[in-house]
């Protein structure tokens, strides 16, 4: 459904978890997140009869649900791995059957004070991970941005009991966790460190100069826009974006008796994208023969300072080469190589371990 | 221009009133910048004696008002609520100017509530005079009318002679009011002098920093009708000459402008289009001050929307989405445009 209107919501914090586990653990709350969208979708489908100008019934099909999470790499747990519960490192299929829990605390809008305690959760059941992207470039913070799908969405209040203590979902959900947010204990809830102010990145943001050339594994041509000096990987390989992305297209099956999907399936093959962003020092030293094949498989990895490993295999092949800039108007000339796999992209990286020191741990 | 404008314009030019007691002329020049450096010597020394005769402090005189059924909180929330009343009926008063019959209807109701509010206002202050700043502001206003007053031929009057609160009663009743100055500023002879001035760049014959009180008023008010003439939607002469209704065009064209600040700022809040586009949008807030700049972001259509939600979860413990009335709301709309597009495609 396309509503024009947007909300925005000052928001606490956000959590991925087991689908239907109760209560948040620290460990389940993703850090440096920078903002989150969220949408809905409702088809309805409308019967008409003969004889009759209204409507004889306005039918309700299943609402999709939509929730769009970016954060900063910073050597706490990625979005894709917590949404994956670890299955992003093994590979793409059992990525894509993952399911996970997603909740957003907000806060309240009117008082002048913080508690710790968010006002409202938004909780996101059994939400499947639909499209990923990073992104790494020269004039920005490293960022890893994920879409998750799925079909139910509630709401709760955190100053009652229901939304703390009881399972008001059983029934309602298929794997309905027996509490919300919050074990219990509102005066250690999990987004008390964040008003403490002791959160901070685990191993500094990743920025441009945190990106690991050396142990990357680039495609040949990337590395041949090469500079001369020595000092860094490829003689300073003038890259300056790289930005890796997938969409797992997530489409719902049905069944007769059932008002829900029972399941969704990622429509293979998956096609698995990487582009970097070079200024030209000689062209885009791409050739091209009308005699014989021209491209060659490559092996892309991409590291970078936090620990994160974007691993997308060894068969990437050159699928376009985009040439633009150098004009009079003084900019610089840059050639973007854009690469495709199928299938493969495991993501390394991130832990929630040893946590920033927070209130919780103190008290 | 009436008469009596003109003569406020030139009291505001020669830069004092003359006041006639039986057969004595007067003239209470506008303080120099000595004299009113000076006053604030006479303010502190007014305070500090007032203070050792443990006169109240204007901070505590709320408690006063209170116990004496002077003042409530509520009084507060009224003036607020006034002032919000106020600010639609002079945009009502814009968008009716055609309709002379509604403006002076519209004028009559926005009397009434700035009589209320002042009422309200004149209660809360009702008790100024017994707290030092009061007393010491008193004083101060004492000693420069004392100061600033002289005959006729410019000698320093005998106040042994006559009586300064007669003259502080008579200024009282000469006060200029922003009506009177809006008045002046947009009409000749003034505009003219003003123009003229403002190519030559001389005006009233002395720097800025000179001009008095009242003249600096003037020039304030005849500054803002250039920023009106000269704006590329500049309202009809009609509107210019009512305050109410351009009251009304200035108070559009603040909503429009925050408005479009609020935009940009939301622009620039994610460069993530997926996030941008999406419905609801949540941004990390550290604090429950960055949350309400984030709150501050939303429309009034937004903050309604999430107070009613706010309202419904609270009441509900916990909701499904989709029972949301906002939801509903659209759900319906959708139900309806669709059905539409099925009888007009059959």
Redesign the interface.
Known sequence: ?A?N????????A?AIQERGKAGVDRTSIVQG????????T?T?D?V?ELGQIE?YE?I?QI?D??V?I?KVIDGYKLIYDMATAGACKTDLVAASKSRSDVL?A????G????TGVP??V?YNSGMYVSSVAYSYSVDGNA?E?V?MVGND?????M??P??TQKS??AG?INVAPTG?WSSGNLNRNPTYA??S?LDAPKSGVVRKVNVNLGDSKLPYVVKSQRGDDTAFAYGGAHIQSISVSTDFGQENIEELGRFGPYHRYATFPIEVTCEFEVIATSGDLVNVSGNAPNLSNEEIEIHDEAGTVLNLGTKNKLSSVSYSGGDTGGGNATITYSYSNFNVLKVNGGSNKNFAPSVDDTV | MDISYEKILYRIIKGRLRIKLGDLILYVREPTEDVLEESYEVYDDAYHKAYFNNLFCKKDLKEILFYRELWTPEDDKQIEKLDKQIEDLKVEAYKSHFDRRKVQSIKRHLRNFETEQSEIRARIKSLDHISCEGTAEFARSVWIVGACTSYQDGSKCDWTKCNIADVMSIMGGKNIYPSDFRMIARNDPWRAMWMIGKTTGSLLGKCAAQFTVNQTQLCTYSSMYDNVYESHERPNDKIIEDDDCLDGWFIVQRRKYEKDRKQQEVDALTSNPKIANSQEVFVMASSQESANEIYDLNDVVGRSTIHNRNAQIEEAGNLDFRKLHDIQTDMAVQGQQEGLNKIRGR
């Open positions: 459904m509503r209107q947007r909300i925005f919501y000052a928001c606490q956000v997140v920078q903002s989150v969208g969220m949408s809905s409702f309805l409308q008409f409507i306005n309700e609402a649900v939509e769009t970016e957003v907000i806060y309240d809008d008082v002048s004070h913080a006002r409202n938004c960022t941005s879409t969405r509630f709401w709760f209040n100053g009652q229901n939304g008001p979902l309602v919300i964040f008003n102010g």
